[in-house]
T-cell receptor, first 113, second 113 residues
Framework: AQSVSQHNHHVILSEAASLELGCNYS??????LFWYVQYPGQHLQLLLK??????LVKGIKGFEAEFIKSKFSFNLRKPSVQWSDTAEYFC???????????FGRGTSLIVHP | NAGVTQTPKFQVLKTGQSMTLQCAQD?????MYWYRQDPGMGLRLIYY???????DKGEVPNGYNVSRLNKREFSLRLESAAPSQTSVYFC????????????FGQGTRLTVV
């Protein structure tokens, strides 16, 4: 079964700092990859997704992620975070012909103004 | 643009009581899901429905039942609530194909006392 690891459980940054959140998955075949964001008290919203093509994916709000197949990774990056980026971030993977996404445990990001 | 609508948003139950969480989507999606979100555990799949008339167990189905009433609606029932079922429940839907993402409802915060 697919598993998804998010190594950073809690991240605290100051505004304008750079962000990188790690995500690794276990299945080695064809994958669809997602990053979702959950702002306090809200539902999950899609930040970006990778299905095929260019492994560098750009999403909303200045976020991007890079799919590195050899490392089974899909890390999320943002060059300069804002206070409004305070949220929980979830990596999700779909693989093996299954349409069901498997989620990581999430990373809580706090950005201090 | 309603998307995925869940009711209720909040609920407090006594141990042993039953209740049904409702979910409806207006995107004509084939697949629907119920997840529970617990601190440090991420999102765990309870049940899913690939299409109208079918349901299958996910990772944590014990204590729950589901009904795919029609293409739009997918309900989750707790027959005899337990404190371990205190959680935030999210309903989601997707087109069911590989190159599509899941859309989430606003969540139901359930407390069992």
């Amino acid at each position: 079964a697919q598993s998804v690891s998010q190594h950073n459980h809690h991240v605290i940054l100051s505004e304008a700092a750079s962000l990188e959140l790690g995500c690794n998955y276990s299945y080695g075949g064809t994958v669809n990859l997602f990053w979702y964001v959950q702002y306090p008290g809200q539902h999950l919203q899609l930040l970006l997704k990778y299905f095929s093509g260019d492994p560098l994916v750009k999403g909303i709000k200045g976020f991007e992620a890079e799919f590195i197949k050899s490392k089974f990774s899909f890390n999320l990056r943002k060059p300069s975070v804002q206070w409004s980026d305070t949220a929980e971030y979830f990596c999700a993977v779909r693989s093996g012909g299954s349409y069901i996404p498997t989620f990581g445990r999430g990373t809580s990001l706090i950005v201090h103004p | 643009n309603a998307g995925v609508t869940q009711t209720p948003k909040f609920q407090v139950l006594k141990t042993g009581q039953s209740m049904t969480l409702q979910c409806a989507q207006d995107m004509n999606h084939n697949s629907m899901y119920w997840y529970r979100q617990d601190p440090g555990m991420g999102l765990r799949l309870i049940y899913y429905s690939a299409s109208e008339g079918t349901t299958d167990k996910g990772e944590v189905p014990n204590g729950y039942n589901v009904s795919r009433l029609n293409k739009r609606e997918f309900s989750l029932r707790l027959e005899s609530a337990a404190p371990s079922q205190t959680s935030v429940y999210f309903c989601a839907s997707s087109d069911g194909g590989m190159n599509t993402e899941a859309f989430f409802g606003q969540g139901t915060r359930l407390t069992v006392v």
